[in-house]
């Protein structure tokens, strides 16, 4: 299955070069473009074109997606979809599900339920993951299902458009109910956690995390977070510093009686279409087991 991009010529680009006008009005990448070339070609009218080809008012400009077989093993998974279209989809990820193949988890990973779902729907096409979540972690991850859609996300999370927001029921009740988490995070060398742990180093990279108090009970608090960044436990790590660690967080607090991971959830993403512009918001549901968690705090309130 091949799919593309079709502009028509307006009159203010007569007489300019094809990739000029993929440039400009597509703001397409040169690397996507030769992708592109290599799989289907640019079309002018119907007729295969160069790219340095010139163009009068009217012209129908197209770039076919070439097809891209996936070397991931597709199993079929339950997968919660939030959201999709032609373009994208929005998955709502369960705790416990690794969203890429690892020599630790080798199966059942977000990735091969999207290879499943792919093969079913016809697409030979690469798993595009947006932004990533830790196993533990549930919540909305946004997927590509072609380049052009990726890379368009893809810009928005680097120029922090794309926003995600996050619950988590933290130890300790804040005295600042509103508040940003300004600090750099680096790897933990020498540690028992074969380098996955990360802390608060001058030498880290830049990582800032916006707060907000929700809720509060006897020495347990729901907050919305929100990232200005996106580094590797980046929330977990923040919230530890602070001294409010996430209840659960077998790595940066300790294993909790009332819940068997980190009480952290990707509650939405907000972002504009990559192809309509048109302004999205997914939200994901609270798990299970985050409402237990947060009846149980009630109840011992």
Do not use: C
């Not at 009005?25 to 295969?48: A, C, P, W, Y």
């Not at 619950?167 to 995070?185: C, H, M, R, W, Y």
């Not at 880290?204 to 108090?213: E, I, N, P």
Request: cysteine-free.
């Amino acid at each position: 299955m091949k799919s593309g991009l079709t502009v028509e010529v307006l009159s203010h680009e007569d007489g300019m070069m094809i990739k000029e006008i993929i440039y400009s009005r597509l703001e397409l990448s040169r690397g996507l473009l030769r992708r592109m070339r290599k799989g289907g070609g640019v079309t002018l009218n119907g007729q295969f074109a160069h790219i340095t080809q010139r163009v009068t008012t009217g012209d129908i400009i197209h770039i076919r997606f070439a097809d891209e077989p996936t070397n991931l093993q597709p199993q079929r998974l339950d997968l919660d979809i939030l959201y999709e279209d032609d373009f994208l989809l929005v998955i709502n990820k369960v705790a416990g599900m690794a969203v890429y193949p690892t020599p630790a988890h080798p199966q059942n990973t977000l990735a091969n339920g999207l290879a499943y779902l792919w093969q079913e729907r016809g697409l030979q096409r690469k798993v595009r993951l947006v932004h990533r979540l830790d196993r533990e972690t549930s919540g909305a991850i946004i997927v590509a299902k072609e380049p052009y859609a990726y890379q368009g996300l893809v810009t928005q999370l680097r120029n922090n458009t794309l926003e995600r927001q996050y619950l988590a029921i933290v130890q300790g009740n804040l005295s600042e109910k509103t508040g940003v988490i300004d600090q750099p995070i680096s790897h933990q060398h020498s540690t028992k956690d074969h380098g996955m742990k990360r802390i608060i180093a001058d030498e880290g990279k830049a990582a800032k995390t916006y707060y907000r108090v929700i809720q509060e009970y006897p020495n347990y608090s729901l907050l919305s977070l929100k990232l200005a960044s996106g580094r590797t436990h980046q929330i977990r790590v923040h919230l530890q510093w602070l001294g409010f660690p996430i209840v659960g967080d077998h790595l940066y607090n300790q294993a909790s009686k009332l819940i068997d991971r980190q009480a952290l959830h990707a509650w939405s993403v907000r972002f504009n279409h990559p192809r309509t512009d048109k302004e999205l918001i997914i939200r994901a549901p609270i798990p299970d087991d985050m409402k237990t968690l947060l009846e149980e705090v009630k109840n011992k309130s």
